[in-house]
């Protein structure tokens, strides 16, 4: 829910209501304010790529926090480890009691084909 106030960018005067001009000062410089009563999650993102002396991407990784397919509060993880030749992916979603449980883990080599196709999406 938002409610919209208006300020006159002249002599700071505040309304309710969106005048064409300030009442006060009679300035037309109007700004509009909007104040949300919601609450909003931040959700973040990590991207990482380690390289060789060549310049060789060995590791990609990405780590993002999300919404799970059933509403829950979710951490997803990527790893694409070309030293390796493995591909690994793992979604944990936050239980009733504040732990977080693997609901889906992939480890898979990387030469299957659509987990190559998978991994240069990354």
């Known amino acids: 829910m938002s409610t919209d106030r208006y300020v006159c960018l002249e002599c700071n005067e ?3 209501i969106e005048p064409k ?6 300035s037309n410089k109007i700004s509009k304010m909007v104040f949300f ?6 959700r973040i993102a990590l991207k ?15 780590s993002r ?4 397919k059933l509403g829950k509060e979710a ?10 030749k493995r591909w690994f992916h793992e979604v944990k979603e936050l239980d009733e009691d504040g732990n977080w449980k693997v609901v889906h883990h992939e480890d898979k080599p ?6 190559r196709k998978k991994a240069r999406h990354m």
């Open 21 to 26: 001009s300030c009442p006060k000062c009679g």
């Open 65 to 68: 926090d999300k919404v799970s």
């Open 110 to 115: 990387l030469k299957d084909k659509k987990t």
């Open 37 to 42: 009563s919601d609450t909003a999650k931040a």
């Open 48 to 62: 990482l790529t380690v390289k060789d002396k060549s310049g060789q991407i060995k590791r990609k990784s990405v």
């Open 75 to 84: 951490k997803e993880t990527y790893i694409v480890d070309k030293t390796e």
């Open 14 to 16: 505040e309304f309710s």
